[in-house]
């Protein structure tokens, strides 16, 4: 879809979130990769942190983060497959107020075209929690260049035709 180069772009403060039991700072490779992506397209890294597979943990992160001023937009990583540690789903559940279903049902589309129907094994979601876009994303670096390159480098560029998630911020309070 087209850029419309006459609209301002508006950089989204995104926190980065690696959910993994076995991930630290030095070996964190999809984390590396979204928050590369992010920076370069001209977004501003507002936190990054590594919580293992626990679902208290999760939420509690998950709602410091909505609960700071200071970030618009939470990505994760890892955690949305169907083993029994893969929890992000469920902690995101717990914290979000609306469902955005398009996300996960388009990820796995885009991902088909790259690993056919392993997809399917794939719970990426997404929702909105007071005001903060939550975007759950599978842990491997193909999974996180599918979902940034794929959906969230444009819908989270104000310039993105004919709409976009940025635009809708200001609203996302209304009762």
């Known amino acids: ?21 076995t991930r630290g700072a030095a070996d964190d490779r999809s984390g590396d990769t979204l928050v590369d992506r992010l920076v370069s397209h001209g977004h501003m890294l507002a936190a990054r942190a590594i919580v293992k597979d626990d679902v208290p943990a999760l939420t509690r992160q998950l709602t410091a983060w909505i609960d700071d001023p200071a970030i618009d937009c939470i990505i994760s990583t890892g955690g949305t497959g169907v083993t029994g540690r893969d929890v992000t789903p469920e902690a995101l559940a717990k914290v979000q107020e609306k469902e955005i279903p398009g ?42 260049k599918d979902g940034w390159d794929g959906i969230l480098k444009d819908q989270l560029d104000s310039r993105h035709r004919p709409c976009n998630f940025v635009e809708l911020m200001p609203r996302l309070r209304e009762k």
């Open 103 to 144: 996300f996960g049902e388009l990820f796995r589309w885009l991902s088909f075209q790259t690993i056919g129907t392993s997809t399917i094994q794939s719970r990426a979601c997404a929702g909105v929690a007071r005001g903060t876009y939550i975007f759950a994303l599978p842990g491997s670096t193909g999974a996180v």
């Open 1 to 21: 879809m087209p850029i419309d180069e006459t609209r301002p772009f508006i950089p989204v403060r995104i926190a980065v979130l690696t959910v993994s039991d």
